[in-house]
Every structure is written in C-alpha cells, then in structure tokens.
C-alpha cells in the first residue's frame, strides 16, 4: 500500500484503515476474481475503485456484485462510490529481467 501522499495530511490514518478495510471487503466479495491489485481513487467526495477481475463468473453475477458493492460502501462512507472494472480471460504473468 503506497501511503506517501498522506504524510502531514489530516485524517491519514483514518484514510489508511478505509483503504485496508475496502481491499479486504473486495478481496472476500469478489474471492478468486482478483487477478491484480485494487487502485483506489478519491476525487472531491467519490471514491473511484478501480479492479481488474478474471472471467471466473458469468456476467450478471459480476453485474451484480459490482452494484452490491457500490451501494454498500456508498452506505458505509456516506460518499459516492464507483467502481470502473475490466474483466481479462486468464492472469497476466510479469517477467522481470
């Protein structure tokens, strides 16, 4: 988790626990889908997740909990959530040299 941008900010201990809390709420909602990092955004008042999820499930189960998951942390956070997400067909190995 890169939390660089929060030293000297208010409340960025607070900013960091709704960050591990949304990665772990993700992690459990969408289990097995993850196939990279979350990349949370926050503009203004909305939060923006970003995913990128494997093809594990047909889309209206995605549609779905997409959905379920924008309206639970909008309850959660009293704020705007969106979620932008791409499906991928099977996992992207990085080679480094």
Partial sequence: MHT????G???AAERTVEDIFIRKFLFGTFHG????????????NTLIICAILMQNLPPHKIYF?????????????????KMEVQTI???????CL
Avoid: H, M, Q, W
């Fill in 33 to 44: 889908c993850l196939a990279d990092e979350i990349v949370l955004k926050r503009r203004a």
């Fill in 4 to 7: 660089g941008n929060l030293n």
């Fill in 9 to 11: 900010e208010t409340d």
């Fill in 89 to 95: 067909s099977e996992k992207i190995i990085y080679k």
């Fill in 65 to 81: 909990l997409v959905g379920y998951t924008e309206v639970l942390l909008s309850f959660f956070y009293k704020c705007p959530v």
